[in-house]
């Protein structure tokens, strides 16, 4: 199965597309790596999406509509994964102008007619690095770890975006 976990941004939404094999699929040599729980997993694409701060929002969202369109399409995932919104009382704008960008994801995956999963922040956390309030660099060291990549994933965006795919892959994952 395929996982593309997305960081939703309005002026940068990371992406991540995880495939996974189930425990008696031999993969050897292919670029797989373990996950507990699970069978194995290996990242088949990371990036972001990058929108012109000169924009308005909803120019920016119609931008990010059209290329996280085109992602799942190409990508042909068997579920989409999405952080679900998280407002902090000190800035509640985040949360709204956030909120846009998220129901376009929840949007684009239904027009797909993909599977979606909303995971809360803490989950994705706790289920790389084993506790809910990881800084961001120890998520990007422990993606960076499952996955044996040879650097730190770059920018922040793309770690979030790993994390919420391999989250998804591990709590989703048919029972074989």
């Not at 939703?8 to 939404?13: D, H, N, Q, Y």
């Not at 042909?76 to 985040?94: I, W």
């Not at 961001?136 to 730190?152: C, E, H, N, P, Y």
Request: glycine residues 10%; charged residues 20%.
């Amino acid at each position: 199965m395929r996982y593309l976990g997305i960081d939703p941004g309005l002026r940068v939404t990371g992406y991540a597309c995880v495939e996974e094999r189930s425990a008696g699929v031999r993969t050897e040599g292919a670029g797989y790596w373990g996950a507990p729980g699970a069978g194995q997993a290996r990242l088949i694409e990371a990036g972001v999406l990058r929108f012109r701060a000169g924009l308005t929002v909803a120019d920016r969202l119609v931008e990010l509509e059209r290329d996280l369109c085109e992602l799942i399409t190409r990508l042909t995932p068997s579920l989409v994964a999405v952080e679900k919104l998280y407002a902090h009382y000190n800035h509640p704008t985040t949360a709204i102008v956030m909120g846009h960008a998220r129901g376009v994801v929840l949007l684009c995956t239904r027009r797909a007619g993909v599977e979606l999963a909303e995971l809360g922040a803490t989950a994705v956390k706790k289920s790389l690095t084993g506790h809910g309030h990881a800084s961001k660099s120890q998520m990007q060291d422990a993606v960076m770890a499952q996955l044996a990549l040879a650097s730190r994933p770059e920018p922040a965006d793309v770690a979030d975006a790993i994390a919420i795919a391999l989250c998804a892959a591990r709590r989703h994952a048919p029972v074989p």
